[in-house]
Every structure is written in C-alpha cells, then in structure tokens.
C-alpha cells in the first residue's frame, strides 16, 4: 500500500473541492443560462404576438371596450420591447453563459479524471500536479461575474 503524504492528501482533497466548485458553477450558470433564454423567447412571442396583420390581432374579443384597452396597452408593451430588445443583449448573454457552462462542465470532467486517474495509479505524479495549479485554478477565477 503507498503512503500518502498530508501533500498528497491535500491536493486530492483540492482537486475533489475544485470539482464540487465547477458542479456549483454549472449548475448556477445552468440555471441563469435558462432563465435568459425563457426571458428572450417571452420577448419575442410578445413582440410576434403584437405584430401587425398577427392571428392575436383579430381575435374579436379585441373590438370589446376592455378588449381595446387590453389590446393598447399590450401593443405599447410589445413595442417598448421590441425597441429594448437590442439593448438588453439577451442573445450575447445566452452566448456568454453557454461558453461558461460548458467550460466549467470541462473543467470539471478533468478534475473528475484526475482524481480517479490518481486513485487507480495510487500516486500523484509531478505532471499532473503542475497542470492542475497552470491550467484550472486560473480558469476557475477568471470566470466569477
């Protein structure tokens, strides 16, 4: 059996935390990722919906008097987001949290096989050691919003 020094010992238990960290951060980035994109898809539907010459249009529920009113202020909505949409960048948003998720996702499937490659091995050899603190600790904190 090989003995582990507390150095071997911390830099599993750091791989194994990093590891955690990245699952947290998919996870986080995962969920900001779908809620952007339900809020670019409820945009849209409400800027088509409102369109001229649109199905919702003619409805005749429409030609009532509160039909009128709703009808009004669902336009204004719908042009006030059709006018915002550029600026709230949702599409760049999506792009930029898909990179993260899918990024952390790697990151940690790397650390995951680290951790196992050791495991099976017994030993931690100074070439995995040395990629761990260039490449991964570096991405993990470039990455905070």
Same mark, same amino acid.
């Given at each position: 059996?090989?003995?582990?020094s507390d150095e071997d010992?911390?830099?599993?238990?750091?791989?194994? !935390?990093?590891?955690?960290?990245?699952?947290?951060?998919?996870?986080?980035?995962?969920?900001?990722?779908?809620?952007?994109?339900?809020? !670019?898809?409820?945009?849209?539907?409400?800027?088509?919906?409102?369109?001229?010459?649109?199905?919702?249009?003619?409805?005749?529920?429409?030609?009532?008097?509160?039909?009128?009113?709703?009808?009004?202020?669902?336009?204004?909505?719908?042009a006030l987001l059709a006018?915002?949409?550029?600026? =709230?960048? =949702? %599409?760049?948003?999506?792009? %930029?949290?898909?990179? =993260?998720?899918?990024?952390?996702?790697?990151?940690?499937?790397?650390?995951? !096989?680290?951790?196992?490659?050791? +495991? @099976?091995? +017994?030993?931690? %050899?100074?070439?995995? +050691?040395?990629?761990?603190?260039?490449?991964?600790?570096?991405?993990? @904190? %470039?990455?905070?919003?």
């Amino acid at each position: 059996m090989t003995h582990w020094s507390d150095e071997d010992f911390d830099f599993v238990v750091e791989c194994w !935390n990093y590891f955690r960290r990245c699952l947290q951060f998919d996870c986080y980035y995962g969920h900001k990722l779908r809620d952007t994109r339900v809020q !670019n898809r409820t945009v849209e539907i409400i800027i088509a919906a409102a369109a001229s010459g649109s199905a919702v249009a003619s409805l005749a529920f429409w030609a009532t008097d509160v039909g009128k009113v709703v009808w009004t202020a669902f336009t204004t909505v719908a042009a006030l987001l059709a006018f915002a949409k550029p600026f =709230l960048n =949702l %599409s760049d948003s999506i792009e %930029s949290k898909s990179k =993260l998720v899918t990024e952390y996702r790697a990151v940690a499937a790397a650390y995951r !096989n680290l951790v196992f490659d050791i +495991r @099976q091995r +017994r030993e931690i %050899s100074d070439r995995e +050691r040395a990629r761990r603190s260039e490449e991964h600790t570096s991405e993990l @904190q %470039s990455h905070h919003d």
